[in-house]
């Protein structure tokens, strides 16, 4: 059995769980989310903690018992607290603004990119850095990955937009001694 898969998980007051055929609803304060429930796997609700039992042994639904325990527990935290992915930008002028929801970047280019949030998604900007929040942890993490897609960090300087915390390893630049020459003109200097 699954070790992550057995762990139970704590149902907070306000949040229910309800078993949909193939699919997990989740209710919260926060808003509604669903989540799959493979064939052998089973769900239980006893008072306030929530339980996922494997009923078949083969080793697909032995790793389908840990993902679906995970997932539920995703699902009900996002439900409750909800999911937030920060990003920070680093280069000279790089800017970000929220403008009717959207997302405006001032990254280097010669226009601003502007990012669309989908539907369940926020967009805020707190010193210099993008905070993407939302119920749904898959959807937050593709949201803040696409934002790091438009200016991703480069490996001399480290220019760009990076997740909070991120370590960028920077790459030695080309030197003089390196290419071999003594001065500006190298080999052909000598004639």
Request: proline share 6%; aromatic share 4%.
């Amino acid at each position: 059995m699954s070790r992550i898969g057995k762990t139970p998980i704590e149902v907070p007051p306000g949040v229910t769980i309800i078993k949909d055929g193939s699919e997990l609803v989740v209710k919260g304060p926060k808003g509604e989310l669903r989540g799959p429930l493979p064939e052998g796997i089973d769900m239980k609700i006893d008072g306030s903690v929530c339980t996922i039992s494997c009923t078949k042994t083969d080793t697909k639904h032995l790793a389908l018992h840990g993902f679906t325990r995970a997932t539920l527990f995703n699902l009900v935290k996002g439900v409750t607290t909800g999911w937030t992915r920060t990003l920070e930008l680093a280069g000279v002028g790089f800017r970000a603004a929220v403008t009717n929801g959207n997302l405006v970047l001032t990254v280097g280019f010669s226009h601003e990119v502007i990012v669309t949030p989908p539907p369940g998604i926020a967009f805020a900007v707190v010193e210099g850095k993008i905070i993407v929040s939302g119920i749904d942890k898959q959807l937050v993490g593709q949201v803040a990955a696409n934002i790091r897609n438009v200016k991703k960090p480069e490996p001399y300087k480290g220019k760009g937009i990076k997740y909070l915390g991120e370590h960028i390893r920077k790459k030695e630049g080309k030197s003089a001694k390196a290419i071999g020459g003594s001065g500006a003109g190298g080999a052909g200097a000598a004639k």
